[in-house]
């Protein structure tokens, strides 16, 4: 996402193993969200409560006396709305006695965020015969730094942080940034503490056996009513009942593999809960912890994921994506008239110019992606109200593809920052070490990318059908031969005979980064290779090169750079393994398209069901799980939509709403998957099921026929 891989803090990590002492868990509502340990503790290394890129709580630990309790257990619901943590005590001292056995209670912590406001539980219960003199601590600290000094970020000077203010019951923290904004954190307890500091609050309960007793704790951005169970609980429906209308978008999706269910369960969930509703409409952020908030490129691709059967997400995309189009010239904000925001920011440092993310547009995909994303969306609804309303921000996207994206006039669209504070790269592998040639070097700019090509060859397409049915048959010609110029370019520069493979760009130079990466398998997404080099690079594709059993490389293996453990040189993004099966499924690698959907598939019942942003690139070995890249976001918008792209791979779909025909084109089922169900998809005004089954190796498709509706099975 930015420049370098955010680096693991000390003591942190996020993996698959549920087991793992260092697994972090996320809630989200709106522009605030949540990340802390297993025990549900905030220590302060990248971790924290952030509410617009700030982290209002760096500290947040449970005692019981002056031990932390044993950890039993910690989850997020299926739902994405609670997280609980179960432990136990350590041996407790009796009051002038000896010390009380270890084990004896049970420790629940259940928490939530609804109104951008934490909501906590602290539940202590006695299962022993004996009276427990119970000690509980809660240890905090709010140091209300931007989420890129929480990242690694190092500045000369911050604002005034105030002396933190006790009032009973309540800690008021305040900090005064330099962009003159004052941002606030309010701690507050339902209980008055026995002793109350800046750094603590202390509670002593006598627990008789097999009674209780509760704490609630409300955190936020400000203060509020003082915490009680009632507030509590009403909050707690609202969080539920919200979730719920949020995951009842689009059509319904089951099959008859629990596991498979509750993966499309636990993504669909994913993204609920990482859409936030603007005022453009529903958006998906990017993920949690380090892009939990609106970017250009990973909205897109999620929205094409989810296309075929919920087209909302991309309807919110678009209208957004539209009114934040770059206006003016700026290198600093690597911007032009008509160019896709890359990403925004809102807190302190993006605020007084330290990084220029606060509005960033250094991406050069997301400008023809827009456009990719708007004739997809026109095609799968026919909704060409919204293309008409759409039209003068496609026409500066385009001007700005055609004026701004070939600065060498070589008819590729290129890149190169403006300033040295932007991104070094700036396709979807933005990593400063992620583009280079076979020797390793890092080549000279501006850099044209393979998949760019790609997005820019179905821009110019997009338009030209857009143009057409508007009627304007000489825009239409021009952008349909800026579509086959392009086409015979990439042919013809990209290509590596010896290799039977695209290479991955083209610097200033002109020369080849003659370099194997998955970049061409975006390029089969779209649709440019010829056939028999599309088919050509779908067997390399799924070659031990890059399938490693679990998804597809981003780099082969053997390439100068490859590093498994790396952000881009040889890791797997599950979002980009969906483009190339997608890709595979467009060039008629059926059989491919259902092993990869198998591999992701495994993949993510070892990370419950829920795909992180990337994990390691090492070769499947029998018995032993992925293995997790430290600090993945998790849960990703991308990676979360990943199940639903392939799925619609493997069942060969192709919805034309204008048109009010569902295409199928030789349907295949995930190995273990016997009967599908597709219910209440929307075609235009209407809705039609859809049911698939194997019998006797072959899927069989049935429907209840709808008038005005069309189906073709082929």
């Not at 969080?239 to 008859?256: E, F, P, Q």
């Not at 609920?272 to 490129?297: D, M, N, Q, V």
């Not at 799968?380 to 921000?393: F, H, I, K, S």
């Not at 403006?418 to 020797?439: P, R, V």
Request: with cysteine; charged share 25%; net charge neutral.
């Amino acid at each position: 996402m930015h420049d370098l891989a955010p680096e693991a803090p000390a003591g942190t990590g996020q993996t698959g193993e549920a087991r793992s002492p260092n697994r972090l868990f996320a809630l989200k509502d709106k522009d605030t969200f949540i990340v802390a340990d297993a025990c549900g503790d905030i220590t302060g290394d990248g971790d924290g409560l952030f509410h617009n890129d700030t982290r209002i709580l760096s500290r947040f630990r449970l005692l019981l006396g002056s031990s932390q309790p044993s950890l039993l257990s910690a989850a997020i619901g299926q739902e994405n709305v609670f997280f609980t943590s179960n432990g136990t005590n350590q041996a407790l001292p009796f009051p002038g006695g000896p010390m009380g056995p270890p084990g004896v209670l049970h420790v629940e912590r259940r928490r939530f965020l609804w109104g951008e406001r934490l909501y906590e539980r602290v539940r202590v219960v006695n299962y022993s015969r004996d009276v427990v003199q119970t000690p509980l601590s809660l240890e905090y600290a709010a140091d209300f730094r931007d989420m890129f000094e929480v990242r690694g970020a190092k500045r000369r000077r911050r604002g005034v942080t105030q002396p933190p203010v006790c009032d009973g019951r309540s800690v008021h923290f305040r900090y005064e940034g330099l962009d003159y904004v004052e941002r606030a954190s309010v701690i507050a307890f339902s209980d008055a503490p026995w002793r109350i500091s800046p750094q603590r609050a202390d509670f002593m309960c006598s627990l008789n056996p097999e009674s209780r007793y509760e704490i609630y704790v409300e955190i936020g951005a400000h203060g509020g009513p003082p915490p009680t169970k009632e507030r509590y609980e009403a909050a707690a429906t609202h969080a539920r009942w919200d979730m719920r209308r949020r995951r009842r978008h689009g059509a319904r999706l089951r099959t008859t593999g629990r596991l498979f269910n509750d993966w499309l369960a636990r993504s669909r969930s994913d993204i609920a809960l990482l859409t936030t509703r603007l005022e453009t409409g529903p958006y998906p952020y990017a993920g949690i912890p380090w892009f939990s908030t609106a970017f250009g490129r990973d909205a897109i691709i999620t929205s094409l994921q989810l296309l075929w059967f919920e087209p909302g997400l991309a309807k919110g995309v678009l209208t957004y994506l539209a009114a934040h189009q770059a206006e003016e010239v700026s290198s600093f904000r690597d911007a032009a008239p008509g160019k896709i925001m890359h990403e925004t920011r809102k807190g302190e440092m993006p605020a007084v110019g330290e990084v220029p993310f606060a509005r960033y547009y250094g991406g050069v995909d997301t400008t023809p992606l827009f456009i990719v994303l708007a004739g997809a969306y026109a095609e799968r609804t026919g909704d060409y109200e919204l293309v008409d309303a759409l039209w003068p921000a496609l026409r500066r996207a385009m001007a700005w593809i055609e004026r701004f994206g070939d600065s060498t006039g070589d008819g590729l669209i290129d890149y190169a920052r403006g300033e040295a504070s932007g991104l070094s790269n700036q396709g979807w592998k933005d990593s400063e070490d992620s583009i280079f040639h076979a020797d390793g070097r890092f080549p000279k700019g501006p850099i044209a990318l393979v998949e760019v090509q790609g997005y820019a060859y179905g821009a110019f397409q997009t338009m030209a059908a857009f143009a057409q049915r508007r009627g304007d048959m000489g825009a239409a010609d021009h952008w349909r031969g800026r579509a086959e110029h392009l086409r015979e370019v990439v042919e013809r520069r990209f290509w590596m005979p010896d290799k039977g493979f695209y290479g991955m760009a083209i610097d200033g130079d002109g020369e080849l980064c003659a370099v194997m990466g998955s970049n061409p398998g975006h390029l089969l997404f779209v649709g440019l290779p010829a056939p028999d080099r599309g088919k050509a690079v779908a067997q390399r594709l799924l070659s031990s090169a890059f399938a490693t059993g679990w998804g597809v490389r981003t780099l082969a293996a053997g390439e100068a750079r490859f590093n498994p453990m790396s952000y881009h040189n040889g890791s797997v993004w599950p979002h980009d393994t969906a483009l190339c099966v997608q890709g595979l499924a467009n060039y008629g690698e059926r059989d491919g398209v259902v092993l990869m959907t198998s591999h992701l598939f495994e993949t993510a019942s070892h990370y419950e069901m829920r795909l992180p942003e990337l994990f390691c690139g090492f070769p499947r070995a029998a018995g032993e799980p992925p293995v997790a890249y430290p600090v993945a976001c998790l849960p990703q918008a991308w990676a979360a939509g990943a199940v639903f792209m392939m799925l619609q791979a493997c069942l060969g779909l192709r919805i034309k709403g204008a048109e009010r025909r569902v295409e199928i084109c030789d349907p295949r089922l995930p190995i273990g998957i016997d009967r599908l169900w597709v219910e209440d998809l929307r075609v235009g005004p209407h809705r039609i099921s859809l049911g698939f089954e194997t019998i006797e190796g072959q899927v069989q498709v049935r429907f209840n026929p709808v008038e005005g509706v069309e189906v073709v099975i082929s």
